[in-house]
């Protein structure tokens, strides 16, 4: 079975390169957004099984739209050149932080704790 996972990334190739490994490993990409206008977009229309943020997209946290998709049931991970993600809320305390770039087994390990 497909899961569909959204991509929010805003550098291109890197986006262009996830949603390649994702296709790859069987999974169906939302997006990818490249901004959180974009993200918020594709989200009125439907529900992700799990969520990859980029911390930082186009200078705008992510942490907001976290949020909103931890409201919603959505896991998601943040995956970012950081180590940590500033100003965390607590219902997003335990999103996995992936650290760019991101290897095959970090991204699998990751999705296994997403989606179960």
Same mark, same amino acid.
């Given at each position: 079975? +497909?899961?569909?996972?959204?991509?929010v990334e805003d550098d291109r190739l890197i986006a262009m390169e996830l949603e390649e490994r994702l296709v790859e490993l069987g999974h169906a990409v939302l997006g990818p957004a490249h901004t959180i206008a974009e993200a918020e977009a594709l989200l009125a229309g439907t529900?992700?099984?799990?969520?990859?943020l980029d911390a930082n997209v186009g200078g705008q946290s992510s942490v907001a739209l976290g949020v909103k *998709? #931890?409201? $919603? @049931?959505? !896991? %998601? #991970?943040f995956c =970012? @050149?950081?180590?940590? %993600?500033?100003? #965390?809320? !607590?219902a997003l305390a335990s999103a !996995?932080? $992936? =650290?760019? !770039? %991101?290897?095959? #087994?970090?991204? +699998?390990?990751? *999705?296994?704790? $997403? $989606?179960g």
């Open positions: 079975m +497909q899961r569909k996972i959204l991509v529900r992700p099984d799990c969520a990859l *998709l #931890a409201e $919603l @049931g959505v !896991p %998601i #991970a =970012t @050149g950081y180590d940590e %993600i500033k100003n #965390a809320p !607590p !996995p932080v $992936l =650290t760019k !770039p %991101i290897s095959d #087994a970090e991204l +699998q390990a990751g *999705l296994s704790k $997403l $989606l």
